[in-house]
């Protein structure tokens, strides 16, 4: 298992960790298989989108604070109940396709890690499992 | 790796792609593993529901355009930021459990292709795992 | 594969699934590979999350049931297309790393069953993969 090491810099950033999953490939020479990638927190996951047009971020976080404000009436008293929410909405782990020595990805996917109550340090685990 | 072709014919469309992907495990003789299932689109994901009322997909759809309308008022030039959203609330990968030749799937359970800005060509990619 | 039983007692009811998902890996001896969760059902998911402070669990499904209320005015004639809708926004299924023989979790990560539609007699599914 691999582990990236992550910094965010504001309460919700969507953060592109496409280059470093890509290396972590190249670098151990897999070439046929399937790549796990995990978030192993309760308030950041992971999901996939556009990583051509930075609005497309924007309009993500924008919408998602707009539909699960922080003081919505929750009652977890350390008032993050909206990121635990729109974490689990995207996801905490995906799974990628491995071939040629590189995660198969559409023309304009990223991978995203996605902050929802940072900044903070965080990790993102990887496992690869070939065929 | 397994390439399906799926054409969309409108913007909103959930499309059933059960009965091709049980082919490809039926004539590639895959008899226990794990197929990843994974939509290489940044406005188009995949998920599961139920294959039996077609009320069900027409409740889905509904609810995501009354939730995250178009003209949300969204910042991406291109006018489908709704379309990104709604693809990374469904999912972008899938993991399916292979036995005896099939995916297994709950009774009323189909996996389901969900497109959110087309008419449009897409693909589907398919990657298998033995035990 | 493996199937765990459920039974859930409320119509709304996030259920804690990790001591078994632990025994199934401890019991098999599995040391490192990945292992696939997967709800059969159609109104019944999974997600990850914070497993301390029951509050958060009790705003996860409060929240839910605020945005996609069962009178919402769907078309299914079931009456629980909200249950439908909220399961395909989890996720039906997941994937976890396996090392050192147990499912690797973040400190305060917990692996939920998520009923949208009970009570009812569930199952889970459990399949995992070696490196």
Redesign the interface.
């Known amino acids: 298992?691999e582990i990236l090491k992550i910094s965010s810099r504001q309460r919700e950033q969507i953060i592109d960790i496409t280059p470093q999953i890509q290396q972590y490939i190249a670098k151990n020479g897999y070439s046929s298989?399937?790549l796990?990638v995990?978030?192993?927190?309760?308030t950041a996951g992971i999901?996939?989108?556009?990583n051509a047009?930075p609005?497309?971020k924007?309009?993500?976080i924008?919408?998602l604070n707009k539909?699960?404000p922080q003081d919505?009436g929750?009652?977890?008293?350390?008032g993050n109940?909206d990121a635990?929410?729109k974490?689990?909405?995207?996801?905490?782990?995906?799974?990628?396709?491995v071939?040629n020595g590189q995660v198969?990805?559409?023309?304009?996917?990223g991978i995203f890690f996605m902050e929802f109550d940072g900044p903070r340090n965080r990790t993102v685990?990887l496992?690869?499992?070939?065929?």
């Open positions: 298992m298989g399937i796990t995990f978030s192993p927190h309760t999901t996939v989108n556009e047009d609005d497309v924007k309009d993500i924008a919408f539909k699960i919505f929750f009652a977890h008293i350390e109940s635990h929410i974490a689990s909405l995207m996801n905490f782990s995906y799974n990628f396709i071939e198969l990805l559409g023309t304009w996917q685990w496992k690869y499992i070939s065929v």
